[in-house]
């Protein structure tokens, strides 16, 4: 990720969110949507704002969940990629790409199982969802070495703020009124 002050991630669902967030101060980009036919030029228009640009490779249309598929996205100068599944960021790490893990959270056993795979995968960024538990966000803070984002369900600059302050390192949110937002974690 980026070394800027920016803590928002813009997490982009359409192309005139894509082109919005070009336009904006974030340093990454995480595409959550798209196909094929238009990942190299979405790259090469990233790289042209100074952004870093992320794909989530299970959501992206015509793109093979598998080996090909990434070293496609290597070529094209893709970042990282984002997915739920070890093994494609395993993949994607043997590239050179950077990697989030995203983990949904649901309840205490969900925690461990998603800990326990972080520990195996060893993502260079791990994505909680939903974003909105500061007190699990706190957890996982507390037992990986890596970057935690918190994504989800993220709406406003309160809760951008209390993300923060349980320490999460960044924020990914679909919210364009919330990507210029430098956060003050320190605000109650």
């Known amino acids: 990720m980026p070394d800027d002050l920016i803590k928002i991630i813009a997490a982009v669902r359409s192309e005139e969110e894509f082109r919005q967030a070009l336009k904006t101060p974030v340093g990454s980009i995480f595409l959550l949507y798209g196909s094929l036919f238009k990942l190299a030029s979405m790259v090469k228009a990233a790289k042209s704002h100074g952004k870093k640009f992320f794909v989530h490779i299970d959501l992206v249309e015509g793109l093979g969940r598998d080996a090909v598929g990434i070293q496609y996205l290597s070529r094209i100068g893709t970042d990282g990629i984002i997915s739920t599944r070890g093994n494609l960021l395993n993949i ?97």
């Open 92 to 188: 994607a790490k043997e590239l050179g790409l950077k990697t989030v893990q995203r983990v949904f959270i649901l309840d205490s056993r969900s925690i461990e199982s998603a800990l326990e795979s972080i520990h195996s995968v060893k993502p260079d960024m791990v994505e909680v969802m939903p974003g909105l538990l500061p007190k699990v966000i706190t957890r996982f803070c507390d037992r990986v070495d890596m970057p935690v984002i918190a994504g989800g369900l993220i709406e406003s600059k309160e809760e951008v703020d209390s993300a923060i302050k349980a320490g999460a390192s960044y924020i990914s949110t679909t919210r364009p009124y919330l990507w210029d937002y430098e956060g003050n974690p320190d605000s109650d």
